[in-house]
């Protein structure tokens, strides 16, 4: 299996601009999560979805952010707009039901913004 | 709320040396525990989990034992190398379903040849 694919790896935006991040989960798996790594704050939760469906988006940072998961072999999560505070890296991971735990991370998308 | 802590790094051992990174949770219930390593550039890696107290995980060498009493799931290597320079990360899952695992700052450690 090609594991979980993100694209693109890495992003650099000015300030204002929308910022669209793709995910794409192991095949078959039915559980996806957006993570997000900084310095001060380290690795972060900010949504999961089960068969699709959004579960918890408590960690969503703000109305700026938002995640789609249109079927099961794809996600996006949208930062519009996007501010130089939102510099950090993203993670999509995602895991099989019978084993919630064991998470398959995504190389990351580096996001800069300007 | 719920949390996981670890050490501050970075960590910087010599080969061969022994090596204890520690970890510390707070949770209602017993959470299950993970380690999971993430290598410059890569996304993150499950190490080794424990599910119920006293269990061991174990994996390429590294170890860590799920105490309740202290509430603890530090990992421990007897003869590190090289390429375990990486950064680890604690982590804690719920007792039932399926969320986000709430992981620990990370520690970064570095062996020296």
């Known amino acids: 299996d090609a594991g979980v694919i993100q694209s693109p790896r890495h992003e650099v935006t000015e300030m204002g601009q929308e910022v669209t991040l793709r995910c794409k989960p192991i095949?078959?798996?039915?559980?996806l999560f957006w993570y997000r790594q900084t310095m001060m704050r380290g690795l972060e939760l900010l949504i999961y979805f089960n068969n699709n469906v959004p579960i918890d988006d408590s960690g969503m940072p703000e109305d700026r952010f938002s995640a789609k998961m249109p079927n099961a072999s794809f996600s996006t999560l949208k930062i519009q707009p996007s501010e130089p505070r939102d510099s950090a890296v993203y993670f999509c991971?995602?895991?099989?039901?019978?084993?919630?735990?064991?998470?398959?991370f995504g190389p990351g998308t580096r996001l800069t913004v300007l | 709320g719920d949390s996981v802590t670890q050490m501050e790094g970075p960590v910087t051992l010599s080969e061969e040396a022994f090596l204890t990174i520690n970890c510390t949770y707070t949770a209602t219930g017993y959470p299950s525990l993970f380690w999971y390593v993430q290598y410059p550039g890569e996304g993150l890696q499950l190490l080794l989990k424990?599910?119920?107290?006293?269990d061991k995980g174990s994996n390429k060498g590294f170890e860590a034992t799920y105490r309740k009493e202290t509430t603890s799931f530090h990992l421990e290597k007897g003869s590190v190398q090289v390429s375990d320079s990486a950064v680890y990360f604690c982590a804690k899952g719920s007792g039932g379903g399926a969320d986000g695992l709430t992981f620990g700052k990370g520690t970064h450690l570095i062996i020296q040849p």
């Open positions: 991971a995602s895991s099989l039901g019978q084993a919630p735990f064991r998470q398959y």
């Open positions: 424990a599910t119920k107290a006293d």
């Open positions: 095949s078959g798996h039915d559980y």
